[in-house]
């Protein structure tokens, strides 16, 4: 399977607790992006990178939420003391800058769902 | 306030029925619109993508509208099936852009 993958699925955690997700994106594919995404509601955008560059942060990404991406493929997202209000679908999705694709088209992977209780 | 805003938030049709989803938008300027569909539980997956210049794309008995001067687009599902059954969300891109203004989405539910 070439597409995007996510681990793990679901993750079902207590309060206060640390919890990681890591995301493997499309071979070669040089942007990748994480959301989160509530129940009813759209994706929210959280971060991206580009190659190993952390290169946004969304207001949404509090500091006891990290990221990164160090050799430029797999992307790890930590949450630390996690909060009831982090139960959410974390998506993550990839695109390349590189060839045709003038539509800098995201494919998405299946998503982590957090449960935090 | 969303720049995104679909309507309507949920419908249910039956089985070989048509229906037609709304999706207006602020956000300006724009380099494309797209639809994704995503089943319960899973990624987002993309239907259609249309520039700006593009008035109608078709993907199987997927076919996405857009007028660029009004700001809408619609996304019409012909002769729907069981497995149409999804959330579908409209999501605009700004020019040479990642991020991307997403719609709250449609929940459809086809019954036999």
């Known amino acids: 399977d070439t597409g995007v993958s996510q681990d793990p699925r679901h993750k079902i955690t207590k309060r206060g607790q640390n919890v990681t997700f890591r995301c493997d994106p499309i071979s070669e594919h040089n942007r990748l992006y994480w959301y989160r995404q509530t129940l009813g509601q759209g994706p929210e955008f959280l971060t991206y990178?580009?190659?190993?560059?952390?290169?946004?942060k969304s207001r949404l990404l509090s500091d006891r939420f990290s990221a990164e991406r160090p050799k430029g493929s797999f992307s790890t997202l930590e949450i630390q003391r996690t909060e009831q209000g982090d139960s959410a679908m974390y998506l993550c999705a990839s695109s390349t800058t590189r060839g045709r694709n003038s539509y800098n088209e995201q494919f998405f992977g299946p998503g982590t769902r957090l449960t935090v209780l | 306030k969303n720049q995104v805003e679909q309507s309507p938030q949920s419908l249910i049709i039956l089985e070989g029925k048509n229906c037609t989803l709304q999706c207006n938008y602020t956000v300006s300027p724009f380099s494309n619109l797209r639809w994704y569909k995503q089943d319960t539980g899973r990624g987002p997956v993309s239907l259609t993508i249309m520039t700006f210049s593009e008035n109608t794309k078709s993907n199987g008995r997927y076919t996405a509208t857009l007028d660029a001067d009004t700001k809408q687009s619609s996304l019409h599902i012909t002769a729907s099936q069981l497995s149409d059954s999804a959330s579908y969300i409209c999501?605009?891109?700004?020019?040479?852009?990642?991020?991307?203004?997403f719609g709250a989405g449609t929940t459809v539910t086809v019954r036999a």
């Open positions: 999501v605009v891109s700004p020019p040479n852009d990642y991020k991307l203004s």
């Open positions: 990178f580009q190659n190993e560059a952390q290169l946004e």
